[in-house]
């Protein structure tokens, strides 16, 4: 089995900064995983955030691009997601998900391509 751990979310203003980490665990785990954020807002689909892809480069979607950054410390099995420049539009619950040791995505953006799921962290956004 594989947990994951999502911490870090809060209420921030808008403008303002949050760092969101996602610590993965289990003998099922693998630090070569497929990972990615993913958020959903009340009323809304499950939206793709980013995603570091497993040969080189991260991906993100484009309301989050030159705002979010996303990086990962294979060695601690954690997977960060910094926000800058918040707006109230990113308000939603964040997850992070990883896909089966040894298995690259078709595309990172799906999320039937994970099979492991955290349980979500909040993340208000005040105007």
């Known amino acids: 089995q594989v947990q994951l751990v999502e911490s870090g979310g809060g209420l921030v203003q808008a403008g303002g900064s949050l760092r969101l980490a996602c610590a993965a665990s289990g003998r099922s785990f693998s630090s070569a995983a497929a990972v990615a954020w993913f958020r959903q807002a009340p009323g809304k689909e499950r939206e793709f955030v980013g995603a570091p892809k497993l040969n080189e480069g991260t991906i993100y979607t484009d309301s989050v691009k030159g705002r979010f950054i996303i990086s990962r410390d294979r060695a601690k099995n954690t997977v960060y997601l910094q926000m800058n420049s918040l707006k109230s539009e990113d308000t939603a619950t964040y997850y992070c998900?990883?896909?089966?040791?040894?298995?690259?995505?078709?595309?990172?953006?799906?999320?039937?391509?994970?099979?492991?799921w955290g349980q979500g962290t909040q993340v208000t956004v005040s105007s």
């Open positions: 998900a990883a896909g089966p040791a040894g298995y690259t995505p078709h595309i990172y953006s799906d999320y039937n391509e994970y099979h492991y």
